[in-house]
């Protein structure tokens, strides 16, 4: 297990809020008004969180960890793929360090992460090139939701931490967790970035 540190300026930059329409959408505003790398957002709620290709995502009160992080680097087309995975492995880091089983957790590619068969949590990439580019990294994590809590054509496919009878963690708590992961593997994606690679390959369902 690699050690996790609390000395990164990100830890100064987090912002809470009660209720935002997307955590990715404030952040992308907020990046193009100049705010610095490490800059993240987090939420109880969104209500118009989305995913991948917009499709909606449940961020209902209290119930998982909606959070939102700032990344300034070149947008090269090579970049994306790290990108995507740079979000997933980190979230699979964070987890691993708060005691979650790892035979119990899948990466399916490119940037979902599965808990016992079924999605807990997803990660949304969006960049902005130009004189000025950066990359947003959105996560969404299931936490508290009962099967109740999902629409019945999601109950099959998607869970919680609860769910699998994992502790009921805070998310205010577990987020500086994930943003520890998120600046250890982001100084990993500069310096060796096959090394992000190799982790997201040996711990996906393909």
Same mark, same amino acid.
């Given at each position: 297990?690699?050690?996790?540190?609390?000395?990164?300026?990100?830890?100064?930059?987090?912002?809470?809020?009660?209720?935002?329409?997307?955590?990715?959408?404030?952040?992308?505003?907020?990046?193009?008004?100049? *705010?610095?790398?490490?800059?993240?957002?987090?939420?109880?709620?969104?209500?118009?969180?989305?995913?991948?290709?917009?499709?909606?995502? +449940?961020?209902?009160?209290?119930?998982?960890?909606?959070?939102?992080?700032?990344?300034?680097? $070149?947008?090269?087309?090579?970049?994306?793929?790290?990108?995507?995975?740079?979000?997933?492995?980190?979230?699979?880091?964070?987890?691993?360090?708060?005691?979650?089983?790892?035979? *119990? %957790?899948?990466?399916?590619?490119?940037?979902?992460?599965?808990?016992?068969?079924?999605?807990?949590? !997803?990660?949304?990439?969006?960049?902005?090139?130009?004189?000025? $580019?950066?990359?947003?990294? !959105?996560?969404?994590?299931?936490?508290?939701?009962?099967?109740?809590?999902?629409?019945?054509? %999601?109950?099959?496919?998607?869970?919680? %931490?609860?769910?699998?009878?994992? $502790?009921?963690?805070? $998310?205010?708590?577990?987020?500086?967790?994930?943003?520890?992961?998120?600046?250890?593997?982001?100084?990993? %994606?500069?310096?060796?970035? !096959?090394?992000?690679?190799?982790?997201?390959?040996?711990?996906?369902? +393909?």
């Amino acid at each position: 297990m690699r050690t996790f540190r609390s000395d990164s300026q990100w830890h100064e930059r987090i912002h809470f809020f009660q209720s935002v329409t997307s955590t990715n959408d404030l952040l992308l505003e907020w990046a193009e008004g100049g *705010s610095p790398e490490g800059t993240s957002v987090i939420a109880k709620e969104q209500t118009s969180g989305r995913g991948q290709f917009h499709r909606p995502w +449940l961020s209902l009160f209290g119930m998982g960890l909606w959070m939102s992080v700032l990344l300034r680097l $070149p947008i090269e087309n090579e970049i994306i793929k790290s990108l995507s995975q740079l979000g997933v492995v980190s979230l699979y880091d964070a987890l691993l360090k708060v005691k979650i089983p790892p035979a *119990s %957790l899948k990466i399916k590619p490119p940037n979902d992460l599965l808990l016992d068969g079924k999605k807990v949590a !997803g990660i949304l990439v969006e960049t902005r090139r130009g004189s000025a $580019p950066f990359a947003v990294i !959105g996560i969404g994590l299931n936490i508290h939701q009962t099967h109740e809590d999902f629409p019945l054509e %999601l109950r099959n496919k998607a869970t919680s %931490l609860v769910i699998a009878g994992m $502790p009921p963690f805070d $998310p205010k708590q577990l987020a500086p967790i994930v943003i520890d992961s998120l600046y250890l593997r982001y100084q990993e %994606l500069h310096s060796n970035p !096959g090394a992000l690679d190799e982790v997201w390959r040996k711990a996906s369902f +393909l």
